[in-house]
């Protein structure tokens, strides 16, 4: 199980994520969701210290921190327990998909090459880029490259795969086959935490969702209840520009 205590971040006075809990159990997957500026990617970031939080806790199975103390070995620790997706995909231009996902494998778990190779062909294989793994980036659609950019991840098998906007900078007809990469990994039991702006989405891939607001969470539930029955006023009035789930 992961449990998350009181995370909070100020920025140049502003308080973007006041004291945020949330637990998260084996193989779920979890969706947080709201306005630009709510805090969202702020906190995904700060679970695995891309983003220094003033204060809280992680706690990922019988491994705890403090980010009011944490050392440098604790983040280490904290960065192999966990894996992001990124919105911009965040590959090495001068390396191969293949070697994209090796890259971690060898530098971060010290697997042996052939063994780094092993791992990252059958998870480029499952994203279904076993023809593309000796294409270079630029020689990929976005799609792919981001599917690659789950590849990487999943190789790293983390107990938290962390995704965010996965899809927010891809052509609309890119969508679909990295939704398709996620779903897949879910069913497959892997723990996700996912921040999206597609509600269709998370609808179908999530098992709960919380609703970000102003730093805070304000609304948590399973999706049909969180998107067909809200109870706040402030997640009616955030779905109402959706066409599914809008009044």
């Known amino acids: 199980m992961i449990k998350i205590s009181n995370l909070s971040k100020v920025f140049n006075g502003e308080t973007v994520l006041n004291n945020l809990s949330l637990e998260i159990q084996d193989k779920e997957v979890v969706a947080i969701i709201g306005s630009s500026g709510a805090g969202k990617s702020t906190f995904l970031r700060s ?3 891309l983003v220094e939080p003033d204060s809280g806790e992680v706690q990922i199975d019988d491994f ?7 050392s440098k070995e604790q983040i280490l620790q904290l960065r192999r327990l966990t894996a992001m997706v990124f919105q911009q995909f965040n590959l090495f231009e001068r390396r191969t998909a293949l070697q994209n996902v090796m890259e971690g494998l060898t530098e971060v778990k010290k697997f042996s090459k052939e063994e780094a190779e092993k791992i990252a062909r059958a998870e480029l294989t499952k994203v279904g880029l076993a023809e593309r793994m000796d294409y270079y980036p ?16 999943l190789a790293m098998k983390p107990k938290l795969l962390l995704l965010d906007e996965p899809t927010s900078a891809l052509d ?6 990295v ?15 996912l ?10 891939v999530a098992d709960t969702v919380h609703f970000l607001d102003k730093g ?3 609304e948590s539930g399973n999706p049909k209840d969180i998107f ?7 997640l009616k009035q955030f779905l109402s520009n959706n066409k599914r789930f809008g009044a």
Not at 64 to 70: G, L, N, R
């Open 195 to 204: 921040v999206s702006h597609e509600m269709d989405f998370v609808y179908e």
């Open 64 to 70: 705890k921190i403090e980010f009011s103390s944490i």
């Open 138 to 153: 630029k020689f990929l659609s976005g799609g792919q490259k981001q599917r690659v950019g789950i590849a990487r991840a």
């Open 47 to 49: 679970i695995d210290y």
């Open 179 to 193: 939704q398709e990469s996620i779903i897949q990994a879910a069913k497959q039991g892997q723990t996700m935490l």
């Open 228 to 234: 067909n029955q809200p109870k706040t006023e402030r």
């Open 216 to 218: 805070k969470i304000v």
């Open 172 to 177: 609309p007809e890119l969508v679909g086959e």
